[in-house]
């Protein structure tokens, strides 16, 4: 059984930032790709960014191009969300997704089998 378990959200302020973990239990578990989404209080849950673990591409929303980046430790299967000039409207819930088989696309919730419960980030102004 894989578990996925982020940490690192909290409060900033607008123009700070923060850095997502996320972490990967499970002992055959070998990552095809893991994605970070978010939810914002009565919005939909939507796509912040992917990584394809072989190969490292990265993939991000137009909202958080430039201000985000995803990056891996594959040694702890872990996976990063490094979160730059924050801005109020980045607020929400951030959730870690993970995949286990090959696919082209990585970038929709169905995409994804596993994931976590969230952690919250709070941006103000």
């Known amino acids: 059984q894989v578990q996925l378990v982020e940490s690192g959200g909290g409060l900033v302020q607008a123009g700070g930032s923060l850095r997502l973990s996320c972490g990967a239990s499970?002992?055959?578990?070998?990552?095809?790709?893991m994605g970070w989404f978010r939810q914002a209080p009565g919005k939909e849950r939507e796509f912040v960014g992917a990584i394809r673990w072989s190969t490292g591409s990265t993939y991000y929303a137009d909202s958080v191009k430039g201000r985000f980046t995803i990056s891996r430790d594959n040694a702890k299967n872990m996976v990063y969300l490094q979160m730059n000039s924050l801005k109020p409207e980045d607020t929400a819930v951030y959730y870690c997704a993970a995949r286990t088989t090959p696919a082209v696309l990585i970038l929709r919730i169905r995409d994804y089998g596993y994931w976590g419960q969230g952690t919250q980030v709070t941006v103000s102004s």
């Open positions: 499970g002992r055959t578990f070998r990552p095809y790709a």
